[in-house]
């Protein structure tokens, strides 16, 4: 069993830059996958940036280049740097966990992972 605690989210100007964190319980965190997804509001969850156990990476093609997922094991945290936010960008965005492997550059897919986190509020204001 996984805990995963997301923080970071809040208030941001448009251009502005949040850093979200997810910390896991558990002393196996570096054998899973990690990812973030993100629901607006009336909105389906949507897959926003995955890691592997391995570091490689992958984002959905409209956070490419201002945001960057990043994992500590030893700290058994996964970070989302958001750079460049957008009104666009406003989500509760949510941390998950796998322990399946899916490719060399994590998962992407919601039905892939088996924890999730509770969710933190990202607003960017225009």
């Known amino acids: 069993q996984v805990q995963l605690v997301e923080s970071g989210g809040g208030l941001v100007q448009a251009g502005g830059s949040l850093r979200l964190s997810c910390a896991a319980s558990?002393?196996?965190?570096?054998?899973?996958?990690m990812g973030w997804f993100r629901q607006a509001p009336g909105k389906e969850r949507d897959f926003v940036a995955a890691?592997?156990?391995?570091?490689?990476?992958a984002y959905t093609d409209s956070v490419k280049g201002r945001f960057t997922i990043s994992r500590d094991n030893a700290k058994n945290t996964v970070y989302l740097q958001m750079n460049s936010l957008k009104p666009e960008d406003t989500a509760v965005y949510y941390c998950?966990?796998?322990?399946?492997?899916?490719?060399?550059?994590?998962?992407?897919?919601?039905?892939?992972?088996?924890?999730w986190g509770q969710g933190t509020q990202v607003t960017v204001s225009s």
């Open positions: 998950s966990a796998t322990a399946a492997y899916c490719s060399g550059f994590g998962c992407s897919r919601e039905y892939e992972y088996e924890y």
């Open positions: 558990g002393r196996t965190f570096s054998s899973y996958a």
């Open positions: 890691i592997s156990r391995g570091s490689g990476t």
